[in-house]
Structure formats: C-alpha cells, structure tokens
C-alpha cells in the first residue's frame, strides 16, 4: 500500500473511532436506555444489525476482533485509495463496536430514523466502508 493510502487506512480507523466513541459517551450520558430526543435513542445492542442474536455479545466480540487482526494484517493489500478508505472505515467501525461490546457488554445505538432500527456511527461506518470494498474491488 503506498504511504498515502496507508495514510488514508489509519486516518480513516483513528477518525471513526473517536467520533463513535464520543457520540456513545454523550448519548450514554444524556439519555437513560429507551429515551429518545428527536432521532435519537438510546439503545444498548448485545446482538447486531436490527437486534438480530441478541445476548451473543461475546461472539460478536470475538468476531469483530478476527475482523480488526486481518485487516491490519493485511492492509497492504488495498492498494486502491477507496479501497483503503473501505477498509480503514471497517476498521474504526469494527473497532468503536468492539470497545463498547468489552467496556459495557453491549453496543450502544442511537440514531433513530423511522422505522429503520437504531444504529450508531460505527455501524454507519462499517456498512459505507463494505459498500466501497464491493463497488471498488480488483
């Protein structure tokens, strides 16, 4: 991976990371479970995606730290720049889940539109950062 995309994957990770983490802080901080303000609420997630395979925290931990080893272990290999930015997006999602799945035991979701279920920015980025890597595979 040349320096830029490398610059790119980490950037990418460290951003996402951080603004997931400080948002869920706030939110965890602001609003009990089952609170809503606007679009937001305040959920704690101990499954994935649409609350599927609830109370498989320990799973999902286990999962997204396999996910975090290979990508760095093989982050050299997203040689494209939008692939590197897929990839650090994961990165930061995968890991911003995983930190609250080890702190608190589950994921906190917050973001609240319509009938959609709840997620957060990590979440958000995991799925933009897996859209890139389809659309702009070699």
């Known amino acids: 991976m040349p320096d830029k995309n490398m610059a790119m994957f980490w950037t990418a990770a460290v951003i996402i990371l951080i603004t997931d983490q400080i948002t869920k802080s706030l939110?965890?901080?602001?609003?009990?479970?089952g609170e809503s303000a606007?679009?937001?609420?305040?959920?704690e997630n101990t499954g994935v995606a649409f609350?599927?395979?609830?109370?498989a925290n320990w799973i999902f931990a286990v999962i997204a730290l396999i996910v975090i080893v290979m990508?760095?272990?093989h982050r050299k290999k997203f040689e494209m720049a939008i692939s590197a930015l897929g990839a650090g997006l994961i990165l930061g999602g995968a890991s911003g889940n995983l930190m609250d799945r080890i702190?608190?035991?589950?994921?906190?979701?917050?973001i609240s539109i319509g009938w959609w279920p709840?997620?957060?920015?990590?979440d958000a980025s995991l799925t933009f950062g897996v859209i890139l890597l389809l659309l702009w595979q070699r």
Do not use: E, P, Q, Y
């Not at 939110?27 to 479970?33: A, D, M, P, T, Y």
């Not at 609350?51 to 109370?55: A, E």
């Open 51 to 55: 609350g599927m395979f609830t109370d």
């Open 27 to 33: 939110i965890r901080s602001k609003l009990i479970i």
């Open 38 to 43: 606007g679009l937001i609420t305040r959920v």
């Open 103 to 110: 702190l608190f035991g589950a994921v906190t979701d917050f």
């Open 71 to 73: 990508l760095i272990v």
């Open 118 to 122: 709840a997620f957060n920015v990590a």
